[in-house]
């Protein structure tokens, strides 16, 4: 059974740093390409970065590429959102999905990942 349970949340001001953390269920780093969607209120879902379980590919988001960073201790079964220099257009619930990579055709460039499994969220506040 895939498991995701984010912690990390909470409130900062802009131009700050935050680390979100989820916690994956056995195996599903090995199974499924993780990332991290976002949902502010009154908005759509948008994805924020994923990184491939088949080869460490990661993506970003153009309103994040170049502030966040995804990693992955699979040691410890964790996946990490590193948040620097965060905006107030950053506020939302974040939440740790499972799922599966997608690549641009006949490339190794990861265009995007699909998710089967969410995490409950966790808030991120950012204050001018």
């Known amino acids: 059974e895939v498991q995701l349970v984010e912690s990390g949340g909470g409130l900062v001001q802009a131009g700050e740093s935050l680390r979100l953390s989820c916690a994956a269920s056995?195996?599903?780093?090995?199974?499924?390409?993780i990332g991290w969607v976002r949902q502010a209120p009154g908005k759509e879902r948008e994805g924020v970065s994923c990184?491939?379980?088949?080869?460490?590919?990661?993506v970003y988001s153009d309103d994040v590429k170049g502030r966040f960073s995804i990693s992955i201790d699979n040691a410890k079964k964790m996946v990490y959102l590193q948040m620097n220099n965060v905006k107030p257009e950053d506020t939302a619930v974040y939440h740790c999905?499972?799922?599966?990579?997608?690549?641009?055709?006949?490339?190794?460039?990861?265009?995007?990942?699909?998710?089967?499994?969410w995490g409950q969220g966790t808030q991120v506040t950012v204050s001018a």
């Open positions: 999905a499972a799922g599966a990579p997608e690549y641009y055709s006949g490339t190794t460039e990861l265009r995007q990942c699909t998710y089967d499994y």
């Open positions: 056995e195996s599903t780093l090995d199974d499924y390409a």
């Open positions: 990184i491939s379980h088949i080869d460490g590919a990661t």
